[in-house]
């Protein structure tokens, strides 16, 4: 299966793309941990990226997409992926499904997670990520009060884009430039809306419902 996942900053995205690549046995690929493995890494990928992350701007198509196509190339991707956190306008868009029609496949559907605002505001003021494997956590919703990460022992820490004049920034960001490829993907005829409010699991739950006709 080929699926992007969509939805504003905080909706769940990278939360449900690790429950749902671990179901179908497919890679998880988030631009945003890769750009910020990169920064973390000290590499020039992650120097260029880091003043773009650091406003909450998006970083430059040309050096999105060159690295999205290396990952997309990689053997592991050939036969399904997630994407998570690209495409995140419609020039990404239309360069993925060229991109993807030269290695002679396409999507098979884009799932819209749909959350309300002042619910993203209080899941991104709240979100812990581990630095060691990347999980995500939420200080209220996962009781987190001790920093450390239940799955793997790892600390916890505050991205630097989750301070609220950024996350601002990042929904306007949203709204201008992603939020038009909700009808782009309609217009596709592959698009589905999945409630993402409630618990993970819900959620969880609901997704894999969606994407059920789509699986063998
Ligand atoms: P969130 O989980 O809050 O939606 P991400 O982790 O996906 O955020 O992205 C963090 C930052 O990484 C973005 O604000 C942007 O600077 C950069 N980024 C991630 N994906 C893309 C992309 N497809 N195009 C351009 N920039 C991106
Ligand atoms: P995105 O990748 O879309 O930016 P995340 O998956 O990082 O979003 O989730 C943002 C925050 O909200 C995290 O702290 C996560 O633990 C929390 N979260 C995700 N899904 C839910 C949910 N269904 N209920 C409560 N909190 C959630």
Redesign the pocket.
């Given at each position: 299966m080929r699926l992007v996942?969509v939805?504003?900053?905080?909706?769940?995205?990278?939360?449900?793309?690790?429950f749902i690549a671990s179901n179908l046995s497919i890679p998880k690929i988030?631009t945003?941990d890769i750009f910020r493995a990169n920064v973390s890494g000290g590499t020039e990928l992650g120097k260029l990226a880091k003043e773009y992350m650091d406003r909450g701007d998006l970083v430059p198509d040309e050096v999105t997409i060159a690295m999205v196509r290396d990952r997309l190339s990689e053997s592991d991707a050939q036969d399904g992926f997630l994407l998570?956190?690209f495409p995140r306008n419609v020039p990404q868009a239309e360069i993925l499904k060229k991109m993807l029609a030269e290695f002679g496949v396409a999507l098979d559907i884009v799932l819209e997670?749909v959350?309300d605002d002042d619910?993203?505001v209080?899941?991104?003021a709240?979100?812990?990520?581990c630095s060691q494997c990347g999980r995500?956590?939420?200080?209220?919703?996962?009781d987190k009060k001790d920093d450390v990460c239940d799955a793997c022992g790892g600390r916890l820490y505050q991205r630097d884009d989750d301070k609220e004049q950024t996350v601002r920034h990042r929904l306007e960001v949203y709204q201008e430039q992603t939020a038009p490829l909700v009808s782009f993907y309609a217009d596709e005829g592959i698009l589905v809306g999945v409630d993402?409010?409630?618990?993970?699991?819900?959620?969880t739950q609901r997704a894999m419902e969606a994407l059920g006709p789509f699986t063998d």
């Open positions: 996942l939805g504003p900053p905080g909706a769940g995205k990278g939360t449900q793309a690790q988030s945003g998570d956190g997670l959350v619910e993203v209080r899941r991104l709240g979100r812990r990520t995500i956590w939420h200080v209220d919703f996962d993402a409010t409630g618990p993970v699991e819900e959620v």
